[in-house]
């Protein structure tokens, strides 16, 4: 049995959400299916973080990924053809795949469809050709989440028994070892924490909903004068407004946005922190507060897209537009101990539902359903005939 898994956007530089979950996947499920050969096929030369099982190998394929994605807009010839080598291919993001084998497609989320203004136009008219080529395509839909599987039946008409949904899982070993003194000092200084702080983590961009969460803070800032904010992540759409918020609000000395913070520092600073806050007005699953909980740090959320599907009831959340909600929730885990031990514990119940070889034991589970189907189709063919 050989399976192609379509793996384009493996990158080890700074990888994304998308990233982590295409190296877990190029990790774990050639494990829990040891008889299947497996194949990563990328346009890019990048190798993943882990060293790969003995029945994965890579493959180069194609040209410039850009170059195939407007070749394939236009309706002319793309390389991105995966041929009668395998039995089943696996696109772990939607992509222009050519091939006549059975299809199975992750979707992540939904955001050009959502946010169509916070995109370029060619990377909207990208998206929506590659999940159009998915939504008819595919023998099988895998949603990250409830929430973007419900939205491709109500937004599109898709079948409910054509998607599985498979949560995905969380870096347990990126949690062993919590800073040290030495460490919790550096950090300190490096990202202007002060004593007490409040993390977010993530891109600093609209969708995020970050001029709310200053606002909030604004609100609760007398009542907590030790507490600092903490805006970590790179610049995207919108990160200007932010900056203007904070400047506009006089928080300039309480409110710090320190840029991209490498992966290490990131987890350092999510066990430091006094609260984790995620205010997202949508997210196709949201990682940053299952790895918050995993270092015991109490969660504050609102309700945007699959974030109440992933917390659970282990944090506060409000309504992505209600500032006062908010603000009343981070006020009242900084104020109150017994509110930020109860999140603290209902977080360290909630992160163990979420394993990577639980994601991978089910995305096996859909290709062995995809291939009996297709086996139960040809055999009716024969009989036909």
């Given amino acids: 049995m ?45 190798t993943p973080d882990v060293a790969p099982a003995s029945n994965l190998h890579y493959q180069h394929v194609g040209g410039p990924r850009r170059l195939n994605e407007l070749l394939w807009l236009a309706n002319l010839p793309s390389p991105f053809w995966i041929g009668q080598q395998t039995d089943l291919v696996h696109a772990l993001v939607p992509m222009p795949l050519h091939t006549h084998r059975p299809l199975v497609v992750t979707i992540h989320d939904l955001s050009p469809i959502h946010f169509p203004d916070h995109y370029k136009p060619t990377a909207r008219l990208v998206f929506r050709a590659a999940l159009r080529h998915a939504l008819q395509r595919a023998s099988r839909l895998i949603s990250i989440s409830q929430h973007t599987a419900d ?106 946005l320190p840029g991209y913070v490498p992966r290490d520092d990131m987890l350092a600073l999510m066990a430091l922190a006094d609260v984790f806050v995620f205010p997202s007005a949508y997210e196709g699953f949201g990682w940053p507060p299952l790895e918050a909980m995993l270092h015991g740090t109490p969660v504050v959320a609102t309700r945007g897209g699959a974030i109440p599907e992933v917390v659970g009831d282990a944090a506060l959340l409000s309504q992505p537009d209600d500032i006062d909600g908010l603000a009343a929730n981070l006020h009242s885990v900084l104020t109150d101990s017994n509110a930020a031990a109860t999140l603290r514990q209902r977080g360290t119940a909630r992160v163990q539902q979420f394993s990577w070889q639980k994601m991978a034991r089910e995305t096996v589970a859909v290709y062995d359903q995809v291939l009996r189907q297709t086996q139960d189709v040809t055999r009716q063919r024969l009989v036909r005939r």
Avoid: C, M, W
């Avoid at 050639?30 to 497996?38: G, H, K, L, M, S």
């Fill in 2 to 46: 050989h399976i192609s898994l379509f793996a384009d956007r493996l990158d080890r530089r700074k990888p994304t959400g998308i990233g982590i979950y295409i190296n877990r996947v190029l990790e774990h499920v050639p494990i829990v299916a040891p008889d299947i050969d497996f194949a990563a096929l990328a346009t890019r030369t990048a």
């Fill in 151 to 256: 939205d491709l039946v109500r937004l599109f008409g898709i079948e409910r028994e054509r998607i599985a949904v498979v949560h995905h899982g969380i870096d347990r070993n990126d949690h062993d070892s919590p800073p040290d003194t030495a460490q919790q000092t550096a950090l300190r200084h490096t990202y202007q924490t002060g004593e007490r702080f409040v993390l977010f983590v993530g891109t600093i961009t609209h969708r995020k909903n970050l001029v709310p969460l200053v606002q909030a803070f604004k609100q609760i800032a007398a009542a907590v004068p030790d507490v600092k904010l903490i805006l970590a992540g790179s610049d995207g759409f919108g990160a200007d407004i932010v900056r203007d918020t904070v400047r506009a609000l006089g928080l300039g000395q309480r409110v710090y």
